[in-house]
């Protein structure tokens, strides 16, 4: 009986959890992968360069530019691949409205 209980209490929480709503996104969910490395809000005092706050054109134009091979990259080239064309034009948007 008391295992009965534990379970039903486990199971209990487990169904709150999965009742929770998702945390609010001010932002698409795709933008924080871009965190880790530019820092929350794109904001980095790092050798990788900062995104917040620069011109969407460039930012869009430059990840393109990634995407397409034709700009030089360590890493950012790889990570341009993973996104459409309409999401980089919301990273670009996102990322130049950014302080
Ligand atoms: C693994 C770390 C890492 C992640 C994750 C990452 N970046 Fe970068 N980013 C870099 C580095 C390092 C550079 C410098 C270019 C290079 O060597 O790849 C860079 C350069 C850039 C530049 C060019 C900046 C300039 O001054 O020209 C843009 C724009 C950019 N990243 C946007 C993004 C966006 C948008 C995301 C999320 C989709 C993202 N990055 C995710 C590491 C990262």
Known sequence: MK?????AGLLGCAG??????????P???FVANC?????????TK?????IAGRERA??????KAFKDG?????????LAKG???EEIAVLADYFSRQR
């Open 3 to 7: 295992t009965f209980f534990a379970l």
């Open 16 to 25: 709150a959890l999965a009742a929770e709503p998702p945390p609010a996104a």
């Open 27 to 29: 932002f698409p969910y």
């Open 35 to 43: 965190f880790n490395c530019h820092g929350t809000e794109g904001n």
């Open 46 to 50: 790092s050798a990788i360069p900062a």
């Open 58 to 63: 460039y930012l869009e134009a430059t990840l």
């Open 70 to 78: 034709s700009k030089q990259a360590t890493i950012m080239h790889q």
């Open 83 to 85: 996104y459409t064309d």
